[in-house]
Structures are given as C-alpha cells and as structure tokens.
C-alpha cells in the first residue's frame, strides 16, 4: 500500500516535496480543502449569475481580448478555446518527474481556493498524479509572466481527453487512457481554463527538481574536493574555524565544518608539508562553495514561497466579497532566482575543474596526468579536456534569460521574465556540474593511488566503493565508460535529508 499525502493549507518545503517523491506517495484532499475549492465555485457561480459586468477570464477574452464581453452560452466553449489555443509548446520533452511535480504544485495551488475551479477538475488531476498518466509537455513556449501558458496548456488538454499522455513508460492518446481507466472528459467552467493555464507551476517544478539535485551536489563538491585537497597534499589551516567566524558568512562556515568532519583521523592532513599554500581552488573552497550554499538557501526559500502560493488570475477571495485581477502569475521572482543559482552552480564546476587540473598537471609528488608511465600513456590528460568544455558550457548557460523580456499579446503583456528558460537551462547547468564533478573525483581517486600516508575512513570506505565501480587506472583504456559510471555513482549516494537541508 502507498502512503498518502494529504493536501493541506499547511506549507510543503524539500524535505516533503522529497519524500512524497521517493515514498511514491498518492495525493488526497483534506476535507478543508474540498471545502474552500466548492465554496469558491459557487461563490463565482453566484457572481456570474447575479452581475453582467465583465469579470476579467470569466466572460471575456484573454489578454489585449480583455475588453471583449462574451456570451454566457460561450463560457464553456470559451475555456476550451483558450487551453486549446495555447497549446503550442514545442521542444524536448519534459522528463516524467518534473510533470509530475507540475501536477502536484498545479493541485496545491488550485486547494488554496482562490481559483473558482471544479471539485471534480483537481480530483482528476490527482487521478493523473496517482494513476501515474503524465501530460506530455514541451520545453518551450513560456515567457514566464502570464504564467507558463503554453506548457500548462499541453498539462491541461488531458483534462478535456485531448492531447498526450506518458502511462508505464509509453505515450498514448489521451482518449486511450480515459478509455482504460473509464473517465470521462472535464466540462470546463467559467475561468478554469485561465487558472490552469495562469500560474508558474512549469518553472516551479524545474527549480525544484534541480534544488532537490543541488542541495546533493552541493554537499558532493564539499567531499570530493577534500578527496582532491587530500591526493595534493593539501593544508588544514585554510580550513581553521577562526578566520571564517572572522568573516561569518553562513555557507562559508558550515563548508569548513564539513570538510574538517570528512578529514577526521587522516593520516595525510597531518603530515608535515613542505610548501607554505595552496591554489586557491583548494584554500578557498570554503569561501567559493560557502557563496553557493548561501545562493541555494536563498533560491529554496524563492521556490517554497512559489509552490506553497497562489499563482493564477484572477484570484477570488469569497471572504472579502472581491474578485481581483492582477498579476501573481509573473516569474520574476524565479526568473532572477534561478539565473542566480545558475551561476553559483557553474562556479561550482569552474573551481573544481581547476581542482582537476592541479591533479594532472604533475606537482607537488604526482606524476603528469597520474599514470606511472606518461608518454606512452596520456592517462587523465583527456578528462581534464572534457570537463573544460563543460565549464566553458556552464558559463554559457549561466547568462541570464532574466535580463530579457520581448513585448507580447499586442502590448497588453509588455514585460516578461523568461523564467521558463532560466528553468530549462538551469537543469542543463545542474547536469553538466555532476559531471564535472564525477570527472574530479575520477581524477581525485587515482591521485590517491600515489599518496604517501592514508586519508581518513570516511573518505577510505567512500573510495573504496567508488573503486568497485571504477578501477584504478594503470594503462590507457577508454575512459568514457569510467566517467559514465563515475556519474552513476554519484546519483547512487543517499545522503540523510537533515544532512541535505540543514
């Protein structure tokens, strides 16, 4: 039997995002929450009934179509016409776990009961979320300010049996699906079409999914650079709590916390060392990656706020007696958030490819490029290359989409965060940063091979197992596969989510 996760007004952060994901959790409304959406529906039934002024997504058209009245015989056809129309997304696919996370953040947002929307139309979205049928969805489309309107288009057509779906790994027309599971197509109402299709939940889920794999990556980094600053004979004092309460920055302190912890009991961090420094890429990796963890806390506090909100327009409030159209739909706040996290991340993977480097470039007491036998060997020469070109990748990716905005709707939407790229782009960034890391810590393993003292057991048992999946090099082979499984092995780690995020 799944567990279940019942949706409530209370606030949803990492750790329960996570663990609805990993515990395969089904979804289920709180009977509060069933109230507040049937509450509001009939209040915007009543509205509708009692007044003939335009209410704005309700009996008009959209955007500069604002100040066109429509019939009430047209409502239904009206939202129809919207999601239909919007519909226009093209690309890559979006991967199955993030449409998953747009359904989840979609159902939240709807509970709230601000949105005016059928009972019957979130239950259906939970059927998709529970029963595992994915909305087939593109990467591109939004400008992130009316909300990802063309995105959430293609997650709402399933609703009207139109459309896509991924069910068990295949992609079926939507009708097939109703079919199998004996459903019967959503009727829209007055304004559902607009508060499916009004909100951030496409850019939401990208930022989360990626801080779900930036918090680990960010605590990967702490531990394979101190693999690296190990296999260099790197010094301890860089790491000395007094100058980093000297200067406290948050991240900066708990980096250097974490790496004395892993260097507990090392042989080699207290042997006599014959240089008076080191490169910056190790003595300041609690400064550089301190910076990136204050830039991920500051992000997950952004994207929280984002998924525990009402993002749709217009909102209704049935307490206050007030129906208001405004703008909770614009991006910004990820958009400049996630261009933000994409470029601390991209440093992340710029210092440790310098990290990379050091390794392979002969000094201190390792050979050139960590084979015994150079020349006729090129050994970790070639790694080194290729996390280059993903650095020079990451710093491409790490211009912001945020600084663009492009006038649409005839004026009516003349600014625009394009936060549904920053999203996009964000996950290429968080990709290429684990294989930078993989890459280092491929590297950082074989350096060790040449080590004059023992590491500490933490670190010994972690290169222990990273060495059952990817063996020592002593003679040139083909690489590629190393560094594929160098990958894998990363993604394998469970780490603890007090650990995560703390």
């Known amino acids: 039997m799944n567990a279940v996760h019942l949706i409530t007004n209370n606030t949803l952060d990492l750790k329960d995002i996570q663990h609805i994901i990993q515990n395969d959790e089904k979804l289920e409304l709180s009977q509060k929450s069933v109230d507040r959406i049937v509450k509001c ?15 704005y997504g309700v009996n008009t058209g959209f955007g500069a179509l604002c100040n066109v009245k429509i019939k009430d015989e047209n409502l239904q056809k ?44 979130v239950e259906r979205l939970i059927d ?32 009207l049996g139109l459309g896509e779906v991924s069910y068990k790994g295949q992609v079926y027309p939507t009708g097939d699906i109703y079919k199998e599971f004996e459903w019967e197509p959503i009727q829209l109402q007055s304004k559902e079409g607009l508060a499916l299709l009004n909100g951030t939940q496409f850019m939401s889920a990208y930022g989360v999914h990626c801080l779900l794999e930036c918090h680990k990556l960010s ?17 301890i004092e860089p790491f000395n709590p007094l100058i980093h309460f000297a200067r406290p920055h948050t991240g900066q302190i708990k980096t250097s916390d974490r790496v004395r912890t892993f260097l507990e009991d090392s042989e080699l961090i207290q042997k006599e060392k014959h240089h008076i420094q080191d490169p910056y890429s190790f003595r300041c990796v609690p400064q550089v990656h301190g910076a990136t963890k204050d830039t991920i806390r500051f992000v997950t506090k952004t994207l929280l706020t984002e998924v525990n909100a009402v993002t749709d327009n217009p909102n209704i409030f049935v307490e206050d007696d007030v129906i208001i159209s405004g703008g909770n739909f614009h991006g910004q706040p990820l958009a400049l958030g996630m261009d933000y996290l994409a470029i601390a991340l991209a440093e992340l993977g710029n210092i440790s490819e310098r ?42 990716l790490a211009t912001p989409s945020s600084i663009d ?41 074989q350096a060790m091979l040449f080590a004059e003292a023992k590491t500490s057991p933490f670190l010994e048992n972690l ?40």
């Open 463 to 502: 290169l222990s197992m990273f060495r059952e999946e990817v063996p020592l090099v002593y003679e040139d082979r083909v690489l590629h596969h190393d560094m594929v499984k160098a990958i894998e092995f990363l993604d394998s780690i469970e780490i603890d989510s007090e650990v995560l995020f703390e």
């Open 405 to 445: 905005s492009i006038e649409s709707s005839d004026g009516q939407e003349d600014h625009v965060s394009m936060g549904a790229n920053s999203a996009t782009k964000l996950k290429r960034v968080v990709d290429n940063l684990k294989s930078i890391l993989a890459i280092e810590l491929f590297t950082a393993s």
């Open 41 to 55: 529906r009939a209040y915007l039934d009543e509205k509708t009934n009692q007044f003939s002024k335009p209410i």
């Open 355 to 396: 990290r990379t480097y050091q390794l392979v470039s002969g000094h201190r007491h390792l050979p050139p490029f960590l084979v015994t036998n150079p020349g006729l060997n090129s050994g970790f020469m070639i790694p080194q290359y290729t996390a280059a070109s993903i650095v020079n990748q990451n710093k491409q």
């Open 78 to 121: 009206l939202q129809e016409n919207l999601v239909k129309s919007h519909a226009c997304g093209l690309g890559e696919r979006v991967p199955d776990e993030i449409v998953k996370l747009m359904l989840l953040f979609k159902i939240k947002s709807l509970s709230f009961g601000h949105s005016g929307v059928q009972l019957s139309l």
């Open 219 to 235: 605590y990967l980094a702490d531990v394979i650079s101190t693999i690296s600053l190990e296999s260099f004979d790197g010094r």
């Open 128 to 159: 998709f979320y529970n029963h595992e049928v994915y909305p087939i969805v593109y990467t591109q489309g939004s400008l992130g300010a009316s909300g990802d309107l063309a995105p959430l288009a293609h997650l709402a057509l399933p609703l």
